[in-house]
T-cell receptor
């Protein structure tokens, strides 16, 4: 099993550009999450989707939008990128009532 | 808001010794805790978890201890190896869907 797959792995954007980070899981998990990780800090929740068809804001949602396209896929969109959004972005998934969260390998985003 | 944090940002350990990584949490409603290991350039990797109805859980070379009275969580790694060098995060689940992370402890294993 591939687990959680994120694309792209690296991206450089100019301020004001838009892009979508893709995430897909093949474990039939119900819940999916987007986190960002800044240097020397833990992961902070941006948005999550408890189940297909629902999305909710996390700790740091400003400047982002999400789409739970289907049970497998959960995308994160930056409509107008800002340097403050330079970070490593991680997608994760979890089964309903399941233990542990499975993380992807991350997308390293730089906004110049 | 309430958050999970680790006591020390760095820990240096001699190879073969035991490591203890500590974490304090403040949300008494949290009922599920996880330790993650993150190596450079990779995503967090699940190590071990514990629910609030337990005070100890053991895995392979790792033990998690939970003290709900003082809201303290620890990860013990037995016979630390060079491959254990990484950043370790504790995380708490305060409802069924959201996981909150501490800032992490960087463990360096000395040969």
């Amino acid at each position: 099993n591939a687990g959680v797959t994120q694309t792209p792995k690296f991206q450089v954007l100019k301020t004001g550009q838009s892009m979508t980070l893709q995430c897909a899981q093949d474990m039939n998990h119900n819940s999916m999450y987007w986190y960002r990780q800044d240097p020397g800090m833990g992961l902070r929740l941006i948005y999550y989707s408890a189940s297909e068809g629902t999305t909710d804001k996390g700790e740091v949602p400003n400047g982002y939008n999400v789409s739970r396209l289907n049970k497998r896929e959960f995308s994160l969109r930056l409509e107008s990128a800002a340097p403050s959004q330079t970070s490593v972005y991680f997608c994760a998934s979890r089964s309903r009532g399941g233990d542990g969260y499975t993380f992807g390998s991350g997308t390293r985003l730089t906004v110049v | 808001g309430e958050s999970v944090g680790l006591h020390l940002p760095t820990l240096s350990v001699q190879e073969g010794d035991n490591s203890i990584i500590n974490c304090a949490y403040s949300n008494s409603a949290s009922d599920y805790f996880i330790w993650y290991k993150q190596e450079s350039g990779k995503g967090p990797q699940f190590i071990i978890d514990i629910r609030s109805n337990m005070d100890k859980r053991q895995g392979q070379r790792v033990t998690v201890l939970l003290n709900k009275t003082v809201k303290h969580l620890s990860l013990q790694i037995a016979a630390t190896q060079p491959g254990d060098s990484a950043v370790y995060f504790c995380a708490e689940n305060d409802n069924d869907y959201k996981l909150s992370f501490g800032a992490g402890t960087t463990v360096t294993v000395r040969a």
